[in-house]
């Protein structure tokens, strides 16, 4: 039997009347172009970017500002470059924008951080990138060196906010080491940090990280709509991969993870259609493995077989078995633990075959001492027991630079 058309119009009003409730997620850029252009007009704007500039209509930032009489004088390209194009860890060059001819500087390579001769016609810079919600993660450095150039220099310096993929109500991992500060590692932040690209500004800012104390005249335009609960599928953002190897918001969650497999020669999935959620080497039995990562009992995650030829990177061409893994609940998750977890385990079936970097493995982790534990036995929960209060101690710090609040 067919609804009547009272019925149907009546189930439309109510899920149209629902939908209407549900007010979308907008990002700082939408922000910035809908509200907030006395931030920019007759300045000479730097535009720190990438592909994931976008508003949420999916227009590049730096269109709209130019259709709105707003002038764009430069744009500072991170790792992976403005187009976002370059594999991880390649040099990025200086060079032109082929669309608007808008000269582009490399914050990737042997310039990291804006120039004053870059910042020389530069009136206020404005940083738009979407990044991961991992310490690693170099958008984040680049982000702090911008806004240290812009202190230096003197200049305005305006975050575009953009959601947490990760959410904002957890915090995992270690406090970085004072001893293992890099551009992998600049902040003494955890793993999985729970702040937006803007609150964290706002800690670099507060407490003084940046080079020689400065601080920076910081705007943060914040989002509209989004809430410390949310997980990028509630945004009703369109993802954009922030880089090649982050493809899928999935990606992004089982990242801070898998990642720390960089530390070792496993492949981490890189050149293949499942970068960071498919791990493994040749010297792997994929049976094997899942049946031992499936008996630790890990929460939220769960391990499949897998067989994979990555196309490039670790082990390019070579047949790779080993296991794909998928997060099934992101709030009982233990990204840090897992990773180590899975680290320790492959050590424990193929001691001879398995490497593990220290340095590596310090950098990425913010331990000097992870590796000797790792390998001596010391189980990742009774690692991750050492560093809780820290943590504990990071989230209370961080709250006071919170803009959001929870759902």
Known sequence: MKPAPALISLVAFVILGLNSCVSPVKPGSDILTEQRLDLVRNKRVGLVTNHTGRLSSGAFLVDVLRSKGITVVALFGPEHGVRGEASAGEAVRDTQDAKTGIRIFSLYGKTPKPTPDMLQDVDVLIYDIQDVGARFYTYISTMALSMEAAAEKGIPFIVLDRPNPLGGMKVDGPIRADSLKSFVGMFPIPVMYGMTCGELAQMINGERWLAHGVQANLTVVTLEGWTRDMLWKQTGLQWVPPSPNIPAEATAIVYPATCLLEATNLSEGRGT???????????????????????????????????????????????????????????????????????????????????????????????????????????????????????????????????????
């Open 273 to 407: 259609d499942r970068p960071f959620e498919t791990f493994g080497a040749p010297f792997v039995n994929a049976d094997s493995l899942c049946a031992s990562l499936k008996n630790l009992k890990l929460p939220g995650v769960g391990f499949h077989p897998a067989s994979f030829t990555p196309r490039s990177s670790k082990y390019e061409g070579r047949s790779c078995q080993g296991v794909s893994i998928d997060v099934s609940d992101p709030g009982a998750f233990r990204p840090t633990v897992t990773g180590l977890s899975i680290m320790q385990q492959i050590q424990k079936m193929y001691p001879g075959d398995l490497t593990i970097s220290e340095r590596s493995l310090g950098r990425l982790l913010g331990l000097g001492d992870a590796k000797d534990e790792l390998t001596g036995g010391v189980s990742p929960d009774q690692m991750e027991a050492k560093w809780k209060e820290s943590l504990d101690e990071f989230q209370k710090r961080a709250s006071r630079y919170y803009l959001y609040g929870n759902g």
